[in-house]
């Protein structure tokens, strides 16, 4: 490097010149920012994918994250040389009519004395078939020097610009391919586009790397065999792996000119522990007296492993409790299976001789205590209420006007209404583009200030039907039968629900479903067989279906019991149901009698008092 540096002290400059010298020169692999040694056959571990992204094609979704520390040996400073890397990837996905996608996101770290290097990338791949994959990564690579190990005659040395260096992108590709259950094999090659990582004014681009490797089951036993040719030289790897599938594994090999023992522990569902150790059998190319790797991998289908070995089906058949009905592959559960109605009937009695303004001067919760009994306001859908205003303005030649303009409309509405209404409103109008949205908005007396109102939320978002406006009735003035200018009606009927609606949660309860859903269907159905609801799709089943309790023609169930399953078609032709879980429907009939008389006592004024009785 042709840089300026101000002299350093011997000790200082021997101890990074050997470390760099080991780093660049010592460790092939670093210059491609891989330190990773596994077998890019080998479906059974959760960094395969860093060397194959078409693994990942082939295994459950994962998350790993780990950390190697290389002792160079040569120089003082011990384990300051680290590589940590992440994985977190998934398979089997749906894009659009396409299925069988996977994709997810990778990353090292490389830590030395004198410079970091990362690397980033993000891979996607397809199966192809039952027993093929093919995927490729794609990301970029950073190499930059540690400012603060060099003295530099000026800040602004010319050398700094050299002390970092970008390289996008950098290409990749694997196949991984299981031509018998014993068997899997698979080649990647990694830098197709030879990326230049050159920190100076020369080139020096990175050199393709290829690598080929086959993993064979015997029973609780594994075989691994790899080749991979890099930086000009081709190394082959051999290891032997015992494991039990509910404890973990235990491998050792030899490649790479390094001797390796591994070792992985399945702490709970889905979660393992691993810990590794290379010795290198070559220290002048490795300049490395061995490497300590541990890390954690999270299996986000909780198995025990990233894929469940096909070779060990009738040993597993053997160990464990009989295989799961397909019937409930799929479990459904409902967050509620109990709705209670209450349905309250209260009758009021005035006695005629109040005032107006002694009814108007009573507390007003003496005739509208309890829960929500005030009397039902008119409601009608905001997409519905703006077309008949409009109808009406065009029929009786505008009887009011509004601003045509948007910013007009903006501009009268803050004549009126505080900044955080007007928030509100923006807000409630961006939530009606949600089809599970449903609510009621209570609108002024006055019809300009209505239709101003309906106005102003079209244009943040579409009006629908889902938006229930209520006018209140609040411009006539008190009469005898109104407290402070509300009706006060004779009768009230109100409903409460325990429960509004009703979640329903799915999850898959096989550990490993061969054969997905082509179409499924969620009933619920009365006790007679009737079907209330029938949600159908194809292919995937959604995670939670949300349900209001009501029957086709919209009113609430009546009381009973009912029952709800998932019904679902495999794409082996069979048809399977799962079993029929309860939902039960309760109401409760409660009679209020509140009435307003009035008593005279000895010491004081006349005043009236209500008695309130419940049956």
Same mark, same amino acid.
């Given at each position: ?15 990074? #010149? ?9 460790? =092939? ?20 994918? +860093? ?81 093929? &994959? ?10 930059? #020097?540690?400012?603060?190990? /060099? ?14 260096? @970008? ?19 698979? /080649? ?30 015997? =029973? ?5 065999? =790899? ?57 002048? !190319? ?24 096909? @070779? ?31 349905? $309250? #009937?209260?009758?009021?009695?005035? %006695? ?18 309890? %829960?929500? +009994?005030?009397?039902?306001?008119? *409601? ?19 009887? /009011? ?34 089809? $599970? ?17 309906? $106005? ?6 579409? +009006?629908?039907?889902?938006? *229930? ?26 409903? *409460? ?22 179409? @499924? ?10 079907? +209330? ?65 009035? !008593? ?9 008092? &209500? ?5």
């Amino acid at each position: 490097m042709k840089c300026t540096f101000a002299l350093m002290t011997m000790n200082r400059m021997l101890r990074h #010149f050997i470390a760099l010298l080991a780093v660049l020169l010592g460790c =092939g692999p670093v210059a491609a920012q891989n330190l990773i040694f596994a077998n890019v056959a080998d479906r059974g571990d959760a960094r395969a994918s +860093l060397l194959n992204p078409a693994v990942a094609m082939m295994q459950d979704p994962l998350f790993t994250l780990g950390s190697k520390a290389l002792h160079y040996g040569v120089v003082a400073g011990g384990l300051d040389l680290r590589n940590s890397y992440f994985n977190l990837s998934t398979s089997n996905r749906s894009i659009g009519k396409f299925d069988h996608f996977g994709y997810g996101l990778q990353g090292q770290v490389l830590q030395t004395p004198l410079y970091n290097a990362v690397a980033m990338y993000a891979i996607f791949g397809k199966k192809l078939h039952e027993n093929f &994959a093919a995927g490729v990564n794609v990301g970029f690579i950073n190499r930059a #020097f540690d400012r603060g190990q /060099f003295m530099l005659e000026a800040e602004d040395d010319p050398a700094l610009a050299r002390l970092s260096k @970008w390289v996008f992108p950098d290409l990749g590709l694997g196949v991984v391919a299981v031509p018998h259950r014993y068997v899997t094999v698979a /080649f990647s090659v990694a830098h197709l586009t030879r990326p230049d990582i050159s920190m100076t004014a020369e080139t020096v681009r990175l050199a393709r790397a290829f690598s080929l490797g086959a993993a064979v089951g015997m =029973g609780y036993f594994r075989a691994l065999i =790899g080749v991979s040719h890099d930086e000009g030289e081709t190394l082959p790897t051999l290891g032997f792996e015992s494991f039990r599938p509910d404890l973990g594994f235990l491998k050792v090999a030899f490649g790479r000119e390094a001797a390796s023992l591994e070792g992985s522990v399945y702490v709970m569902q889905g979660v393992s522990l691993s810990y590794r150790y290379n010795h290198p059998m070559n220290d002048l !190319r490795l300049a490395s007296s061995g490497s300590h790797e541990a890390g954690i991998a999270f299996n986000f289908r909780k198995n025990r492993t990233p894929y469940e070995p096909e @070779w060990l089906k009738a040993e597993y058949a053997r160990r464990e409790p009989p295989a799961i009905n397909p019937a409930t592959a799929f479990v459904v559960r409902s967050v509620f299976d109990t709705l209670k109605m209450v349905d $309250k #009937f209260i009758y009021r009695k005035i %006695d005629p001789t109040f005032t107006p303004k002694e009814l108007a001067s009573l507390p007003a919760n003496i005739l509208f205590s309890a %829960d929500s +009994l005030e009397p039902v306001l008119a *409601e009608t859908g905001a997409q519905h209420l703006l077309f008949n205003i409009e109808a009406a303005i065009k029929d009786a030649a505008k009887k /009011f006007e509004i601003p045509d303009d948007s910013v007009g409309i903006v501009h009268a509405m803050r004549k009126d209404h505080t900044p955080g209404y007007l928030e509100f409103l923006r807000d409630l109008a961006k939530q009606m583009k949600n089809p $599970k949205f449903h609510t009621r908005l209570i609108a002024p007396a006055d019809e300009k200030r209505v239709y101003l109102l309906l $106005k102003y939320l079209s244009l943040y978002g579409p +009006l629908n039907n889902r938006l *229930e406006i209520a006018i209140r009735d609040s411009a006539q003035k008190a009469e005898p039968d109104r407290l402070a200018g509300r009706k006060i009606p004779e009768f009230v009927f109100h409903r *409460e629900l325990s429960a509004r609606v009703d979640t329903f949660k799915f999850a898959l309860n096989l550990t490993d479903l061969r054969r997905g859903p082509v179409t @499924w269907a969620f009933i619920v159905e009365d006790g007679d067989g009737n079907e +209330l609801l029938n949600y159908a799709g194809e292919k995937q089943i959604p995670h939670r279906y949300v349900w209001d309790w009501r029957a086709p023609d919209g009113e609430l169930l009546q009381p009973g019991a009912y029952f709800y399953y998932i019904r679902w078609k495999s794409s082996d032709g069979q048809t399977y149901t799962s079993p029929r879980k309860r939902l039960v429907v309760s109401r409760e009939n409660r009679r209020i009698a509140i009435e307003i008389m009035r !008593r005279k006592d000895l010491t004081t004024e006349p005043r009236a008092t &209500a008695t309130i009785i419940v049956n």
